[in-house]
């Protein structure tokens, strides 16, 4: 996993008209959780900039004052209207203890169902996955040279070595659907 460095300014007032006032200098409020205490801190949103808006999974190397960790990105909020980043929560990485987040889902290869003239769908962009972090890889990469026309790989049908798959086991990931020139070129042959 990819390492993001990551400068926060400890917040001493909490609350809402702090964290207006936070947004209205260039600031995001963030928290950052675990090892048994809540941290409050503000970031400014050039330097968290190039961690939320990436396809891509960080461990961030977090400096709050005079305080270092790794963390994990947890949650983000968002203004529904102007979209602009309110708040992000960390969640503090430990070794020897599990975390759990979502991997981004590389499709590799070319489906046989694909050639038949089927269109390959990516229904789940990332997956949910529980593991020590150093055993998180970036992108998931999945195989579907093997996929024929109208079939799918499911969660289930999936399997990372040290990783444990969060998502419900039906849940399709990909799938190569019919497009109307493969069902007339079938009804045609038969």
Do not use: W
Not at 29 to 46: I, M, Q, R, S, W
Not at 148 to 173: C, H, R, T, W, Y
Request: glycine content about 10%; overall charge positive.
């Amino acid at each position: 996993m990819k390492s993001f460095e990551l400068k926060g300014e400890l917040r001493n007032d909490l609350g809402k008209k702090a964290s207006k006032l936070s947004r209205k200098e260039g600031e995001v409020p963030c928290v950052l959780y675990g090892a048994g205490e809540v941290v409050h801190f503000n970031v400014t949103k050039d330097g968290i900039r190039k961690l939320v808006y990436t396809p891509e999974i960080f461990l961030v190397n977090l400096t709050i004052g005079k305080k270092t960790c790794n963390a994990i990105l947890k949650d983000m909020q968002f203004h529904p209207v102007t979209d602009n980043l309110l708040h992000v929560d960390f969640y503090q990485v430990t070794e020897g203890k599990p975390i759990v987040m979502e991997v981004p889902v590389v499709l590799e290869g070319l489906a046989e169902g694909v050639k038949a003239g089927g269109k390959l769908s990516l229904e789940l962009r990332k997956v949910k996955v529980k593991g020590m972090h150093k055993h998180i890889p970036e992108k998931l990469t999945i195989n579907v040279e093997s996929l024929g026309l109208g079939k799918s790989i499911q969660v289930g049908n999936l399997s990372f070595d040290n990783l444990e798959l969060m998502n419900a086991k039906n849940n399709v990931v990909c799938a190569v659907k019919l497009t109307r020139a493969a069902r007339g070129a079938a009804a045609k042959g038969s």
